[in-house]
């Protein structure tokens, strides 16, 4: 496709972006109001950063919505958090569908009530067949939580006799993780201002461009991320190769 003068060349966006939404807490305390009334100013900055990435046609974005560690934060916000979660998919799922969105979730269901489990599973069943932003949330989830699962069904099929242990390999352990069928993101934004992976994609992150922005998650707009990909446009990513080596290849 012919690129104008001026505009951007969207083939060389990334194809997967995952983001760690952080600082609802902190933007509510600034506004002098509990920590909790960050989060539904949150869910409004999800919006916002689902929209442009349809809209600039991204393939994915992954949004950490809840750790496996939150589960440890005081118990109010935690009912809180499962009481907008609900909430948000009730009120926005008909929209990401009719806008060809298609919704998975990764982490683990079990500990979410009956209820949350029930409309997760419908939400990505309307939605499996969408062709557009394939938007993908973290609920639940923790990286190392997701290897040791991988690795515990792998065991299973050594086991079974089905493989043996020098077969394994790093497609095999990919393959076995959350949504093996996605890119690995190219990526990686974090806002709040801390610099940490806070037990997200760890596997999925090795090559992942990082973007920290101290701005906080209710404030990021679609500015800030045109601002992270414009950045991650000038990276030159090497994959271990000298820089040499990739300029003579993209030529
Ligand atoms: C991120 O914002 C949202 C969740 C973890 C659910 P925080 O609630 O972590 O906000 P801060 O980091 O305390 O400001
Ligand atoms: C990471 O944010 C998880 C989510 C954004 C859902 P946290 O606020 O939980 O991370 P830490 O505790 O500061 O590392
Ligand atoms: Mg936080």
């Given at each position: 496709?012919?690129?104008?003068?001026?505009?951007?060349?969207?083939?060389?966006?990334p194809?997967h972006i995952a983001i760690i939404m952080?600082?609802?807490?902190?933007?509510?305390?600034?506004?002098?109001?509990?920590?909790?009334?960050?989060?539904?100013?949150?869910?409004?900055?999800?919006?916002?950063?689902?929209?442009?990435?349809?809209?600039?046609?991204?393939?994915v974005l992954t949004l950490f919505a809840?750790s496996s560690?939150?589960?440890?934060?005081?118990?109010?916000?935690?009912?809180?958090?499962?009481?907008?979660?609900?909430?948000?998919?009730?009120?926005?799922?008909?929209?990401?569908?009719?806008?060809?969105?298609?919704?998975r979730f990764i982490g683990?269901?079990?500990?979410?009530?009956?209820?949350?489990?029930?409309?997760?599973?419908?939400?990505?069943?309307?939605?499996?067949?969408?062709?557009?932003?394939?938007?993908v949330i973290a609920a639940n989830y923790g990286g190392h939580r997701d290897i040791t699962l991988a690795?515990?069904?792998?065991?299973?099929?050594?086991?079974?006799?089905?493989?043996?242990?020098?077969?394994?390999?790093?497609?095999?352990i990919a393959?076995a993780l959350s949504v093996p069928?996605l890119p690995d993101p190219d990526l990686f934004i974090r806002?709040?201002?801390?610099?940490r992976i806070s037990n997200f994609l760890l596997w999925q992150l090795a090559y992942t461009e990082f973007?920290?922005?101290?701005?906080?998650?209710?404030?990021?707009?679609?500015?800030?991320?045109?601002?992270?990909?414009?950045?991650?446009?000038?990276?030159?990513?090497?994959?271990?190769?000298?820089?040499?080596?990739?300029?003579?290849?993209?030529?």
């Open positions: 496709m012919q690129v104008e003068p001026g505009e951007k060349d969207k083939s060389l966006y194809k952080d600082g609802n807490g902190r933007w509510a305390q600034q506004r002098h109001l509990p920590r909790i009334m960050g989060h539904p100013s949150g869910v409004k900055a999800v919006k916002r950063v689902v929209r442009f990435c349809a809209e600039q046609e991204i393939q809840f560690e939150n589960w440890r934060r005081p118990k109010e916000e935690v009912s809180k958090l499962m009481g907008l979660f609900m909430l948000t998919m009730q009120k926005e799922v008909k929209s990401l569908n009719n806008n060809n969105i298609r919704l683990e269901r079990a500990n979410f009530s009956e209820k949350i489990q029930q409309k997760m599973a419908k939400s990505e069943q309307l939605t499996e067949n969408n062709t557009g932003l394939t938007l690795l515990r069904s792998i065991a299973e099929q050594v086991k079974a006799g089905i493989i043996e242990p020098d077969e394994i390999d790093e497609t095999m393959d069928d806002s709040g201002g801390e610099k973007y920290f922005t101290p701005e906080l998650w209710p404030d990021f707009k679609a500015e800030t991320m045109q601002a992270a990909i414009d950045d991650f446009l000038t990276r030159e990513r090497r994959f271990g190769r000298t820089s040499e080596q990739v300029q003579s290849m993209s030529n």
